[in-house]
C-alpha cells in the first residue's frame, strides 16, 4: 500500500491544490518533503532590498540577518522591531491551476546596549513552514471496477521556529564581531490516505507527526572601510553551525470503517543527540556593501549550504511518504538591494524622507523534484515612511516572483507576497541632569 500511495502522489502533484482545513501558516505543495518550505530570513527592511543584510550597518533598523550588526546603533538606544507577512500564491500545473493565500508573524526582534560598543538582541523568527493539501480522483477502470469510487488525498501542517539570542561589540569604531545562540522548534504533521464509495472497503490513512528541535549557533563578523569623507565600503561574513535534529517521529498507518478505526502500524521513532539521522547543514554567507553619505546604499548577498547529508531522502516523515522523487541538493542564493533616501532632514516635503528600496534574488531550493533542482526568483520594492521623531518607521515591502516551472513533472508557483513592519527606536539609558 505505500508503494500504491507513493506513486499516486507522483501522479497527482498539484492536482485540485487547495486548502483541505485553512489553517495554513504557509502554502506551496513543495513542503511535502525534509521540514518543509524555508523562510526567507530578515525584517520587512531586509526583504524590501532583495533579503540582503549581511554587510548592512543602519542605525536606524534593527539587522538579525548578521549577529556582528547588532552594535550598528546609537549607544542609549533601545530598539524593536516586529512585522507581519501576507503571501498570496498562485499554483499551474498543465491546464489546472488554483490559488492560496496565508497572512502571519514574519518576526518579532528587541535589541539594547550592554557597555560601550557592545549591544544584544534576542527575537523570534520562523525557518521554515509545511502546508499543502490536494487531492484526486481514481480514474483507472480496473480498480474502479473492483472497489468503486476511489478519492487519494494528502495534506500536511506545521512550522518550525528559531528562538536567538545575539550579542557583538565593536573595535577601532570599524571592526564588529558577533555570536548568536538558536533555538528550533516547531511540530510538523503530514497525512495521506485513500478513501472509497463502497462501504465494504475500509478507507486507509498514513501519516507521520513530527516535534522537532534542535540548537545550534552563529558567528558574524563586518568591517566598514571610510572612502574619502562621504563613502564606506564594508563587508561582512556569516557562519551557521550544523546541528542534529532532535525530537521524535510518529508513523502509523490506519483503517478506518464506519466508526471502528484499527491501527495496522504505529512506530515512534526518537531523534537523539547522537543517533539522530537528520540534521540542517552549516550555512556560509557573505556580503559586500557601498554606503554613499547616508543617502544610498547598495549590496550583494551570497550564501551556500550542502543539504545533501542532511539524511532527509531516507528518513521516514522527512521523505515524502518513503518516495525517493525528492532529492537534497546544495541550496545556493544570490540577492542584490538598493535603497536610497533623498533628504533625511526635509521639513517641507514629507516624501523625500521616505526611504525608497528595490531588488532581486535568485535561489536554488535544498531539494529536486525528480533530478531538478527546484530554483526561485524575482523583485522585491520596499519603502520606510517615518514616524514622529528620532528613527520610528512603518517599512512595507513586497515580493514578486516565481518558483519552478511547468515543464516535468513540476508545479509553477508565481507569488506576490507584502510584509508590513513596525521599527520603534527611543533612547532608555540617558543620564538626566539638573541646572
Given amino acids: 500500500m505505500n508503494r500504491i500511495l507513493a506513486s499516486v502522489l507522483l501522479s497527482c502533484l498539484g492536482l485540485s491544490l487547495s486548502a483541505q482545513d485553512g489553517a495554513y501558516i504557509g502554502y506551496t505543495p513543495y513542503s511535502i518533503f525534509g521540514i518543509g518550505d524555508l523562510v526567507s530570513q530578515g525584517s520587512s527592511y531586509n526583504k524590501g532590498m532583495g533579503g540582503v543584510g549581511i554587510a548592512t550597518r543602519n542605525k536606524r533598523y534593527l539587522n538579525y540577518m548578521n549577529p556582528a550588526a547588532v552594535t550598528a546603533r546609537d549607544s ?10 501576507q503571501n498570496n500564491k498562485i499554483f499551474s500545473q498543465g491546464e489546472l491551476k488554483s490559488a492560496n493565500n496565508t497572512f502571519n508573524i514574519n518576526d518579532i526582534s528587541l535589541s539594547f546596549p550592554l557597555y560601550r560598543s ?9 525557518v521554515s513552514t509545511t502546508g499543502f493539501g490536494y487531492s484526486t480522483i481514481i ?15 494528502a495534506k500536511g501542517n506545521g512550522n518550525i521556529y528559531r528562538l536567538f539570542v545575539s550579542a557583538g561589540v565593536t573595535f577601532w569604531k570599524r571592526l564588529s564581531l558577533g555570536a548568536e545562540s538558536d533555538f528550533y522548534f516547531g511540530n510538523i504533521k503530514r497525512q495521506y490516505g485513500f478513501t472509497f464509495s463502497k462501504s465494504d472497503y475500509s478507507s486507509l490513512n498514513s501519516g507521520q507527526d513530527l516535534s522537532l528541535r534542535a540548537v545550534t549557533g552563529k558567528f558574524g563578523i563586518q568591517y566598514e572601510q571610510p572612502i574619502g569623507s562621504k563613502a564606506k565600503l564594508g563587508v561582512g561574513a556569516t557562519y551557521t553551525l ?4 532532535k525530537g521524535y517521529v510518529d508513523d502509523y498507518k490506519l483503517a478506518v470503517g464506519g466508526s471502528q478505526v484499527d491501527t495496522l502500524v504505529f512506530r515512534r521513532d526518537t531523534l537523539t543527540a547522537a543517533g539522530s539521522p537528520v540534521s540542517i547543514p552549516s550555512e556560509l554567507g557573505l556580503g559586500i556593501s557601498f554606503n554613499y553619505n547616508d543617502v544610498w546604499r547598495a549590496e550583494f548577498n551570497y550564501s551556500r549550504s550542502d543539504w545533501t547529508n542532511s539524511g532527509f531522502d531516507s528518513t521516514p516523515g522527512f521523505c515524502a511518504n518513503g518516495t525517493s522523487v525528492f532529492s537534497t541538493k546544495v541550496a545556493e542564493s544570490f540577492r542584490a538591494g538598493f535603497e536610497i533616501v533623498p533628504n533625511r532632514n526635509d521639513i517641507r516635503y514629507y516624501y523625500k524622507k521616505i526611504a525608497y528600496r528595490t531588488g532581486a534574488y535568485y535561489e536554488k531550493a535544498y531539494y529536486a523534484l525528480d533530478g531538478i533542482q527546484v530554483k526561485n526568483y524575482g523583485v522585491t520594492f520596499g519603502a520606510s515612511l517615518p514616524v514622529f521623531n528620532n528613527y520610528n518607521a512603518v517599512n512595507l515591502s513586497v515580493d514578486i516572483g ?6 516535468g513533472n513540476m508545479v509553477r508557483e508565481r507569488y506576490i507576497n507584502f510584509t508590513f513592519g513596525f521599527n520603534f527606536f ?10
Wanted: glycine share 8%.
Fill in 76 to 85: 542609549l538606544s533601545v530598539m524593536a522591531d516586529m512585522s507581519l507577512s
Fill in 118 to 126: 557592545s549591544a544584544m538582541m534576542f527575537g523570534l523568527a520562523p
Fill in 139 to 153: 480514474t483507472d477502470p480496473n480498480i474502479v471496477g473492483n472497489v468503486g469510487d476511489a478519492m487519494y488525498y
Fill in 242 to 245: 550544523g546541528n542534529k535534529i
Fill in 402 to 407: 516565481q518558483r519552478a516551472s511547468l515543464s
Fill in 426 to 435: 527611543d533612547y532608555w539609558f540617558m543620564k538626566p541632569k539638573y541646572d
